[in-house]
């Protein structure tokens, strides 16, 4: 899932939200979320599915890689 770390980022300071926020809204914590974002850790299905519910976006948008 290369990149997906750096869109999971943009993605929700684009929505205006705090990693904190968005770490309480999928029930997970700081630590997590930022371990994610870095790329020191794969998000799941179950994850990635919470992330787009909250950031309301497509698993498309989030999983496609740029050319």
């Given at each position: 899932m290369k990149g997906i770390n750096k869109r999971i980022r943009a993605f929700r300071k684009l929505k205006g939200l705090t990693q904190q926020d968005?770490?309480?809204?999928?029930?997970?914590?700081?630590?997590v979320l930022g371990?994610?974002?870095?790329?020191?850790?794969?998000?799941?299905?179950?994850?990635?599915e919470k992330i787009c519910l909250a950031l309301q976006i497509d698993m498309d948008e989030l999983l496609k890689e740029e050319v």
């Open positions: 968005l770490a309480d809204e999928i029930g997970v914590s700081v630590a371990s994610v974002e870095r790329g020191n850790r794969d998000p799941d299905l179950i994850l990635l």
